[in-house]
């Protein structure tokens, strides 16, 4: 037998079963069309029910809101008037305050003061009900008293301290619904339809006249006691239909799409036809590929041999499918030795192009860790030349005074300096290791940024026309973390703005948006387009003079971010450019109600030991602060041991002591322990003094039992407010 027979032959064993198959899915087909129709009908009432009953919770929000009206709870009818006009919903909805007997006192379609009628007996049961209940009522179509046209309404209950008792309406005009259905976007055939619970249209897509009129009986029993469903009849017109309704969770209201039957079942029978033909036209194509089958034969033989050529080239082989299994698997073959070949090569270009890239990041790394060193020494070498100057004045034979009390403020100031640095330094390796814990309380931020800037300006740091304007705004925070970063911003701003420049601090309260607004803007250097992507990373600055004259290890926007993150905030910067200032813009969420501490009562006032034990191992460090205490007026006590500390306790009984935690002997913890166990010495004060300031630290110290906790270098202001028991 020839390959033709078999080839017709193998024609026929698959036409025929192709066919049943056909059109047994072309049945199935019709009826999943139809049902895809009729389901979209049904998604469209769903969609257009949620529009209204989004429109009623949008009314009935306002209502709440405006029940909060301080002029309502103290009687101001004028104003708490003019704060209910905005509450109206354009002049389709107004708002009317009833009484508990139903009365109206407000109508916002008629003037203040302008005589109301009295209610009808629908109004105050409605109202009695509204009251009784607690809850909100959404009326049906019903005849407003004061315009006497056909309304809905929405009413909300409004207790007010003292036992009054009040009820908000919304008011919505006849065509208000239909303009809201009008939204959707529908083929022109397709009706919607909202309909009260007695059965009076409410809106419609169509034939607005009927607004008012009776719904068709056949849909109200279909629909009766039903939440959803798809009924078919014929329309008041004739028209046979489908309706698919859904009952309104919020009001109760039926939601109908009716769409003609004709059309339903039409587009079925398109959607099938197409099928059919894209089907036959598949059987077609089926049937000459299988008669084109034996020339292919010889066309594969060829293939086949073109391919192996293009391999022995080094080419990559074409893989033509003839459908005969022997040739297919020789192309395979062929095929499967060309791709090796290339996805060698490929790995190879991909080994050499991760090698570069690799190369580059370890350059760039490498760049960024020799420019942050060379920040760092820069930065260091800058207090240190300072302090070492300072320190070299004051050892002089008989310096003048003048020169004395310069060399001091050098040495404080300097001395800070390192500390920031430092601080900066281990903030930001405590937020990497996510150890940084927040002390989170109510904070009034328009405080802390005037004692913000008040302390630049003590400081002589405020050489600009610097100007504030600041709304009271309370936020959640950390007060320390927000100081820090508020601090941060100002100092970005009067560093890189030249003296005399301007700059303003705004500060707003968007209730709205449940937001407090800090912005600081300058007229200062700007900020390049090319770096503000990368403003916020660490160790990013822009480019700086040889000098380094406005310093910074380029990590202070970096630890800004962080923090502010923390706090559930952001923060951002825009700039026109180089030159043209730069404004930043703090965010952080508002609390809904300011909260201001109830002041507790005064502490009895708790006098100064006479007396300090000071146990420092540190001989420096040890003989400054000496001094600064004897300065002060106190008797010191020194020992550089645990050991020998313990000893003058019990031997002197001073009032206090101030421990550091490393020392020889006896560690800092052991012997606050062993003060507090002897009961000659427990009601000694104890400071704890250490190098070690992260909050699992200070934690330890209390344990201890530790009074308080000072981080090295010690601030003498907080040392002198701990020696006072403040």
């Not at 079963?17 to 009908?41: C, G, K, Y």
């Not at 059309?263 to 033909?277: F, H, N, S, T």
């Not at 459908?323 to 095929?335: K, M, N, T, W």
């Amino acid at each position: 037998m020839k390959i033709r027979a078999y080839i017709l032959i193998m024609t026929g064993a698959i036409v025929l079963p192709i066919a049943i198959f056909a059109a047994v899915a072309l049945e199935t087909l019709l009826r999943s069309e139809r049902d895809a129709a009729l389901s979209t009908m049904k998604e469209a009432a769903d969609a257009t029910a949620l529009l209204v009953d989004n429109e009623l919770s949008s009314a009935e929000a306002a209502l709440r809101v405006l029940a909060q009206s301080p002029h309502l709870a103290s009687g101001d009818m004028e104003n708490f008037y003019r704060h209910a006009r905005t509450a109206d919903r354009g002049d389709g909805g107004r708002t009317i305050l009833f009484l508990a007997s139903g009365q109206q006192v407000i109508n916002t379609v008629a003037p203040l003061g302008a005589t109301l009628p009295p209610p009808p007996d629908y109004v105050r049961t409605r109202t009695r009900d509204v009251i009784e209940s607690g809850r909100t009522v959404v009326s049906g179509l019903i005849k407003g008293a004061v315009q006497q046209i056909p309304v809905t309404t929405i009413n909300v209950p409004v207790p007010i301290d003292g036992g009054r008792r009040y009820v908000l309406g919304s008011v919505f005009s006849p065509d208000y619904f239909s303009r809201v259905i009008d939204r959707r976007a529908m083929p022109a055939s397709w009706k919607l339809s909202v309909v009260d619970r007695a059965g009076y249209f409410i809106a419609r897509s169509s034939e607005p006249a009927r607004l008012g009129h009776a719904a068709n009986p056949l849909l109200m029993r279909a629909a009766a006691g039903r939440q959803q469903g798809m009924v078919r009849f014929d329309t008041r017109a004739g028209v046979d239909a489908y309706h698919a309704f859904t009952r309104s969770p919020m009001s109760g209201w039926i939601v109908t799409v009716s769409v003609p039957a004709a059309e339903i079942d039409g587009v079925a029978r398109r959607a099938v036809m197409l099928v059919a033909i894209g089907m036959l036209a598949a059987l077609l194509v089926a049937a000459g590929a299988a008669a084109l089958f034996g020339r292919r034969l010889v066309n594969a033989t060829h293939g086949a041999a073109a391919s192996a050529t293009a391999l022995g080239h080094g080419g990559l082989p074409p893989r033509p499918r003839t459908g005969i299994a022997e040739f297919d698997h020789l192309q395979r073959c062929i095929g499967e030795a060309g791709r090796k070949l290339a996805a060698a090569e490929g790995e190879r270009s991909a080994l050499l192009q991760r090698e570069q890239e690799a190369r580059a990041l370890a350059e760039e790394q490498v760049r960024i860790r020799d420019d942050f060193l060379a920040m760092l020494s820069h930065e260091l070498r800058n207090p240190l030349s300072g302090i070492v100057g300072a320190v070299q004045l004051l050892r002089m034979d008989s310096p003048r005074p003048e020169l004395k009390s310069q060399a001091q403020d050098i040495l404080m100031r300097q001395s800070r300096h390192l500390t920031r640095i430092v601080d900066d330094l281990l903030d930001l390796a405590r937020l990497a290791r996510g150890k940084i814990k927040l002390d989170m309380g109510p904070v009034e931020l328009s405080a802390v940024v005037e004692s913000t800037v008040a302390a630049l300006r003590m400081a002589g740091r405020v050489q600009h026309t610097l100007t504030t304007n600041l709304e009271p705004a309370w936020v959640r925070a950390d007060r320390t973390r927000i100081e820090q970063v508020v601090t941060n911003l100002v100092t970005n701003a009067l560093k890189y703005t030249p003296p005399g420049g301007a700059i303003e601090i705004a500060l707003e309260a968007h209730a709205g948006k449940g937001q407090a607004v800090l912005t600081v803007l300058d007229d200062g250097v700007g900020i390049a387009p090319d770096l503000m992507p990368r403003l916020f990373d660490i160790f990013v600055q822009g480019k700086v003079s040889l000098d380094r004259s406005q310093g910074g290890l380029g990590i202070g926007l970096s630890l800004v971010r962080s923090l502010v993150t923390l706090h559930g905030g952001s923060i951002d910067a825009a700039s026109a450019g180089t030159g043209q200032g730069s404004v930043f813009t703090l965010r952080l969420p508002l609390l809904e109600h300011a909260l201001v501490d109830t002041p507790a009562a005064a502490a009895p006032a708790r006098t100064a030991p006479a007396t300090v034990l000071l146990v420092e191992d540190n001989e420096d460090a040890r003989r400054m602060l000496a001094a600064h205490l004897e300065a002060s007026g106190y008797s010191v006590l020194e020992a550089d041991n645990g050991i020998d500390g313990l000893a003058l306790a019990h031997e002197a009984r001073p009032g206090l002591a101030i421990l550091d935690i490393g020392l020889p002997g006896l560690d800092g913890y052991q012997l606050a322990a062993r003060l507090r166990a002897d009961a000659a010495t427990r009601p000694m004060r104890l400071i704890a003094l250490t190098g070690y300031g992260q909050a699992s630290d200070r934690e330890r110290a209390l344990e201890a039992g530790f009074d308080a906790h000072l981080v090295k270098p010690v601030k003498f202001d907080e040392l002198a407010r701990e020696l006072a028991g403040a």
